[in-house]
């Protein structure tokens, strides 16, 4: 019985929707253990795109339970709408999505907050999203937030929340915030939106404990990458909640020696959204081209990702501070019509070459990389199934990626949809998913 954590192994958007997607009918259960409903991902059955913001894409497959778990940070309207979004597309929700009670909830001032402390002056600006989601962590990590549990409890709501809401007005009239905010009508709502949830809010840690006692198996979804994440990223442009794998143990109450395997997914490229270092970005031409290629826009916000080629220190960084099994290369058809694919071997930091993640924002930005040209394959890989299938040069850069990062390959996506995948036979992933002992 294996419980796999799959996440993100650069900056976010590796198609990790599509590959939770893919994996989650080997499983009983998807549970997210971070984030809010800034994690946008995009999944195609069919021709049918949906687009999943805060729910577990496991909710697509029948008979597959979705968890949202402690560690994410919930806005009630945003859930709310989601549901609504989905049953309209034909998809089941009822009992089979559960909310932990203890995650923690996202008001309107969250938002208004965060825009505040990203419009004064010397902040480095993060480029958030404006969702309120930071901020909720810091009311969370502040021990003054409210969780599902407090939203739900009619007794002790009011309370909470004419307290935090106070504490709101305090910093809004401190920092001269002009807009206004009707807190009262803000509290009838939640109240609403509580009943509409409350069906779904559950012990949810219990709820995993217990179904793994019963010999289920659950997979992890990581929402954003690890370079996201607010310890091992690239600080301060980060992201608030631990996106790292560690994070699926304290973002579930799932204990560490219940965890089987470890996936990283990275694009055979790479991407980054809104600010902050970027050492194997790409600024030219070719970088447009991926862009286009690989349609690279915010499934969320629809800004346009920076592009920039693989890097194998940022890889083997990530690699280490997951303990990652094995890894999915996706979007490796993005690259086919390229006659030399650049890869980043190393750093140049200061004059100094190192393969080491520095740890300040300043030698991160002055990160000059060093880079090594691989031959394109300039054949369409769309849609290939069979690791065997692909060109000899397509499989030249895979083990290349392999043996520079350190990580078995064990699965390589050409395409948007469930079947452009390939998952090579003998490889760790093959075992994490029980796919060898069904001889597939
Ligand atoms: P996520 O948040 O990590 O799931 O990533 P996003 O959903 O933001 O971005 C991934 C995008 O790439 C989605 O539109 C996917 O449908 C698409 N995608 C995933 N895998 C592949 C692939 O192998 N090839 C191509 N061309 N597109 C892919």
Redesign the pocket.
Same mark, same amino acid.
């Given at each position: 019985m294996s419980n796999v954590i799959v996440l %993100?192994a650069q900056w976010?958007?590796? %198609?990790? %929707?599509?590959i939770v997607d893919l994996f989650s009918d080997r499983f009983d259960i998807v549970a997210r253990y971070q984030g809010g409903h800034n994690?946008?991902?995009?999944?195609?059955i069919g021709s049918t795109k949906y687009v999943l913001k805060l729910i577990p894409s496991g909710i697509l497959r029948p008979g597959v339970k979705a968890v949202i778990g402690n560690g994410v940070v919930i806005d009630p309207a945003a859930l709310i709408q989601e549901m609504q979004t989905l049953r309209g597309a034909g998809v089941e929700i009822g009992g089979n999505l559960l909310i932990s009670d203890r995650a923690h909830v996202i008001f309107p001032f969250h938002r208004l907050i965060e825009k505040m402390s990203e419009a004064r002056e010397n902040r480095i600006p993060i480029g958030t999203t404006s969702r309120g989601i930071g901020p909720c962590y810091e009311d969370k990590i502040g021990r003054r937030g409210i969780r599902m549990a407090d939203l739900l409890d009619r007794e002790s709501f009011r309370l909470l929340f004419d307290t935090l809401a106070e504490d709101k007005q305090i910093l809004a009239e401190t920092f001269q915030l002009e807009e206004p905010v009707d807190y009262a009508r803000i509290r009838d709502q939640y109240e609403q939106y509580a009943d509409c949830i409350r069906p779904m809010v559950a012990d949810t840690a219990r709820f995993l404990n217990e179904a793994i006692r019963g010999g289920q198996r659950i997979l992890f979804e990581g929402a954003q990458g690890t370079m996201l994440d607010i310890d091992h990223g690239t600080y301060p442009f980060v992201t608030s909640s631990s996106a790292a794998a560690g994070g699926a143990c304290t973002g579930t109450g799932v204990a560490p020696t219940k965890i089987d395997g470890i996936v990283g997914?990275s694009k055979a490229y790479i991407t980054r959204v809104g600010s902050g270092p970027f050492p194997s970005e790409s600024l030219d031409e070719a970088g447009e081209t991926i862009r286009a290629r %690989?349609?690279e826009f915010?499934?969320v916000t629809g800004r346009p990702r920076r592009c920039g080629w693989f890097d194998v220190p940022l890889l083997r960084y990530t690699a280490t501070v997951n303990g990652f099994d094995s890894l999915i290369i996706?979007?490796?058809?993005?690259l086919d019509e390229l006659e030399e694919i650049p890869v980043c071997v190393a750093y140049r930091v200061d004059g100094v070459e190192t393969s080491e993640m520095p740890a300040t924002f300043r030698a991160m930005q002055a990160i000059e990389p060093v880079f090594e040209n691989r031959p394109g394959w300039r054949t369409s890989t769309k849609g290939i199934s069979r690791y065997g299938g692909l060109p000899p040069a397509a499989r030249d850069y895979i083990q290349y990626l392999e043996s520079r990062t350190g990580v078995e390959v064990g699965c390589v996506?050409?395409?948007?949809e469930r079947t452009?995948t390939m998952i090579r036979s003998g490889s760790r992933l093959e075992a994490l998913l029980g796919l060898a002992q069904e001889g597939h």
């Open positions: %993100g976010g958007d590796e %198609g990790k %929707g599509k994690a946008g991902h995009t999944v195609f997914v %690989g349609n915010g499934a996706t979007k490796l058809d993005v996506s050409t395409g948007p452009e």
